[in-house]
């Protein structure tokens, strides 16, 4: 089963990274300027990771695919590392899908 973790960044926001069932991170946040906000957009992937539309699967500019989630109100609220090809893009979309809905929440605060 997949985990959601919140962590505090050096400048003091809050993040949260997606984490599959191997330890692997599938989604990260953008930096928060309180938990509740953070817990928030944890709530707000879960929901929005049904909706195959929400996914933007994009190109870097060095030609490695990857991914952003949206809300419905276009903000980004998560994003993928750099993929090797679109198949394994696809997998990690499918991944954030399946592991996002009833994934645990842990803190890693210190």
Do not use: H, W
């Amino acid at each position: 089963m997949g985990s959601f973790v919140i962590s505090k960044r050096k400048n003091g926001e809050f993040q949260f990274v997606l984490k599959a069932g191997n330890g692997q991170v599938i989604l990260s946040s953008e930096g928060y300027t309180t938990k509740a906000a953070c817990e928030n957009g944890i709530e707000s992937v879960r929901k929005n990771a049904q909706v195959d539309a929400r996914f933007d699967r994009l190109e870097a500019k060095n030609g490695k695919p990857y991914f952003n989630l949206k809300a419905t109100n276009g903000q980004i609220i998560g994003n993928s590392e750099m993929y090797e090809s679109v198949a394994a893009r696809d997998n990690g979309i499918a991944s954030v899908a399946k592991n996002a809905p009833d994934a645990t929440v842990k803190e890693e605060l210190e």
